[in-house]
């Protein structure tokens, strides 16, 4: 199904007393009883052991093993749009991701989440993305076919050897004057939906921001409401968390469609109605396996099509 098995070890924490747990049908309702029903899963066999053995009801409780199972998934809709496929060789995977659909499997998005279904699509059990793009945004992600690999990779990303290359609309401003470095210190804390700008902190982001050109009178017809947008060129130097879309705002033009910046709008999960018109549309390295030069170019284009409400 592309979706990896969940595991549990049965280690004790800090402050917990292994002698409260009898059987391995206790410790599972104290870990997890108030999320899974271990009953049922236990009777489905659906918690297995390392060796492939099923949990069973009177099985004495073991420190330190590994019990594995599949999570049940929510009811999710079906988000719009393919995920064209723009290179593929015996290591990696290149994809167009649609907005709306998560990079990973997380929250109330499982199926619907670019590794998921293309794992699925592909027959590639360990596919794996190299990096994350928003839920909302759109474009190019790579993604390693096996683990061995992984690691080269992931490197990569993380010592700032790929250049990223995005494409936003937002409105078009007199006297702002481009091109224009933004740098400032990004937080986000964890739980939150909105990342916000530290003032008097050490920079910790960097993008270039150019403007490529205005929207021509059909586009502007595409996205509705008042005309006077532009598409800008954006080049991120670091990689924080809604780094673009703070950026832009910080300057004055806010992304079109975004649910978050400058203010966080109440959006229905499963409506795909307006889509952020960001777009990662190129990513090119070095490859670290054998060397080559790496270009890949998203084959959409903005402004992104709005999906019609269901």
Same mark, same amino acid.
């Given at each position: 199904?592309?979706?990896?098995?969940?595991?549990?070890?049965?280690?004790?924490?800090?402050?917990?007393?292994?002698?409260?747990?009898?059987?391995?049908?206790?410790?599972?309702?104290?870990?997890?009883?108030?999320?899974?029903?271990?009953?049922?899963?236990?009777?489905?066999?659906?918690?297995?052991?390392?060796?492939?053995?099923?949990?069973?009801?009177?099985?004495?409780?073991?420190?330190?093993?590994?019990?594995?199972?599949?999570?049940?998934?929510?009811?999710?809709?079906?988000?719009?749009?393919? $995920?064209?496929?723009?290179?593929?060789?015996?290591? $990696?995977?290149?994809?167009?991701?649609?907005?709306?659909?998560?990079? $990973?499997?997380?929250?109330?998005?499982?199926?619907?989440?670019?590794?998921?279904?293309?794992?699925?699509?592909?027959?590639?059990?360990?596919?794996?993305?190299? %990096?994350?793009?928003?839920?909302?945004?759109?474009?190019?992600?790579?993604?390693?076919?096996?683990?061995?690999?992984?690691?080269?990779? @992931?490197?990569?990303? @993380?010592?700032?050897?790929?250049?990223?290359?995005?494409?936003?609309?937002?409105?078009?401003?007199?006297?702002?004057?481009?091109?224009?470095?933004?740098?400032?210190?990004? %937080?986000?804390?964890?739980?939150?939906?909105?990342?916000?700008?530290?003032?008097?902190?050490?920079?910790?982001?960097?993008?270039?921001?150019?403007?490529?050109?205005?929207?021509?009178?059909?586009?502007? !017809?595409?996205?509705?409401?008042?005309?006077?947008?532009?598409?800008?060129?954006?080049?991120?130097?670091?990689?924080?968390?809604?780094?673009?879309?703070?950026?832009?705002?910080?300057?004055? $033009?806010?992304?079109?469609?975004?649910?978050?910046?400058?203010?966080?709008?109440?959006?229905?999960?499963?409506?795909?109605?307006?889509?952020? @018109?960001?777009?990662?549309?190129?990513?090119?390295?070095?490859?670290?396996?054998?060397?080559?030069?790496?270009?890949?170019?998203?084959?959409?284009?903005?402004?992104? !099509?709005?999906?019609?409400?269901?």
């Amino acid at each position: 199904m592309g979706l990896d098995a969940a595991w549990l070890n049965t280690a004790a924490r800090p402050g917990e007393d292994p002698r409260a747990w009898r059987s391995m049908h206790d410790w599972l309702h104290f870990r997890v009883g108030a999320h899974i029903d271990v009953d049922a899963f236990i009777a489905g066999g659906r918690f297995v052991l390392e060796s492939g053995d099923p949990v069973l009801a009177g099985d004495p409780y073991r420190s330190n093993v590994f019990v594995w199972f599949y999570r049940d998934l929510p009811d999710e809709a079906p988000v719009p749009g393919s $995920i064209p496929v723009l290179f593929r060789d015996d290591r $990696i995977v290149v994809v167009d991701k649609p907005a709306f659909l998560s990079t $990973i499997p997380r929250g109330r998005h499982v199926r619907e989440s670019v590794v998921v279904r293309m794992r699925h699509e592909l027959g590639l059990p360990e596919l794996t993305p190299m %990096h994350r793009l928003d839920r909302v945004t759109s474009g190019v992600l790579l993604m390693s076919i096996e683990r061995r690999y992984r690691g080269a990779y @992931q490197t990569m990303f @993380q010592d700032g050897e790929v250049t990223k290359t995005y494409r936003a609309v937002a409105p078009l401003l007199e006297g702002l004057e481009l091109p224009a470095t933004v740098r400032n210190h990004l %937080h986000k804390v964890p739980g939150t939906m909105q990342a916000e700008v530290l003032t008097g902190k050490e920079p910790n982001s960097e993008s270039l921001v150019e403007l490529e050109r205005a929207l021509s009178p059909d586009e502007e !017809a595409l996205l509705g409401g008042e005309p006077g947008r532009a598409v800008y060129r954006l080049t991120p130097r670091t990689g924080k968390t809604h780094q673009l879309r703070i950026h832009l705002w910080s300057l004055g $033009i806010p992304i079109e469609g975004d649910p978050l910046y400058p203010v966080a709008r109440d959006v229905a999960i499963d409506d795909f109605t307006t889509p952020l @018109q960001l777009l990662a549309s190129e990513l090119r390295f070095t490859d670290p396996v054998d060397g080559s030069e790496r270009c890949f170019v998203s084959e959409r284009a903005l402004p992104l !099509a709005a999906h019609p409400a269901t």
